[in-house]
């Protein structure tokens, strides 16, 4: 009876030892794990296609019927130049959808105009900071260990680059995980000096994310290129921030 219960002892052990050791390489794993790249999605891209396609349409339609009811072809039709006519107008309507197409898809990408508070409780709006230039935001907060893993980094790129791109240090300011008070504590002693702002939760609902950190970074023309989810380690970030500068 001894050496059952003793073999049945040293098995509970063993493996809560074991479970112990999973869950702490589990949290290793994920407050380290590199960033996932994605395409930004903004959610106005999802109601774009119906209006959008119908204006193509439009001057698809309009154009045919000016090509055939040309007056060179009812006077001269074995005249070149209602040959000419003829060819030109299917040409022009394979054309214009593509330069459409692409006017929608560059409209969809852009960066929406969110309106942020600063700390101090001031506000502003996202091309109100961005001013012209390429932008990175970074959606953080205080409590979670993978942001304040890529922070310093950030930090230093924003001390590089801060005059030739704008930085917007977003925080999930929730009212519950993190407050005023705990994310102006963070930043007066982890020290951080980058700009932070909040939002109403417009970023999240936005890019339809919860993930913390997500980063998107946005060309000089306010069209969102690249994002990711979770730390961007240091050699990313520089290369993508030299990206928007070329």
């Known amino acids: 009876m001894k050496k059952n219960t003793r073999t049945l002892l040293i098995t509970s052990i063993s493996f809560a030892v074991l479970i112990i050791i999973v869950a702490i390489a589990y949290n290793m794993l994920k407050d380290t794990a590199p960033a996932v790249s994605f395409k930004p999605t903004l959610v106005s891209e999802a109601q774009a296609p119906e209006p959008k396609t119908a204006e193509v349409a439009q001057p698809s339609s309009a154009s045919q019927p000016e090509a055939t009811a040309s007056p060179a072809l009812d006077q001269t039709p074995e005249e070149p130049v ?16 593509k330069a459409d197409a692409q006017a929608q898809e560059d409209q969809a990408s852009v960066m929406p105009n969110l309106p942020l508070t600063r700390l101090d409780g001031t506000t502003t709006t996202f091309h109100e900071v961005r001013d012209g230039k390429p932008a990175v935001i970074n959606y953080f907060a205080s409590w979670c260990p ?100 070329d």
Do not use: W
Request: hydrophobic share 35%.
């Open 82 to 97: 209602a040959d000419n006519s003829v060819v030109s107008g299917p040409e022009a309507t394979q054309e214009e959808p």
């Open 146 to 245: 993978p942001c304040k893993q890529e922070l310093p980094h950030f930090q230093k790129a924003f001390d590089e680059y801060g005059d030739q791109i704008s930085f917007v240090f977003l925080d999930a300011l929730d009212g519950q995980r993190e407050t005023l008070k705990t994310i102006t504590a963070f930043i007066r002693d982890f020290p951080f000096t980058g700009p932070v702002y909040y939002d109403q939760g417009e970023f999240a609902m936005t890019f339809q994310t919860n993930s913390l950190p997500t980063t998107v970074f946005i060309d000089k023309e306010g069209r969102v290129v690249k994002g990711y989810l979770g730390l961007v380690p240091e050699e990313v970030l520089y290369a993508d921030l030299q990206e928007l500068l």
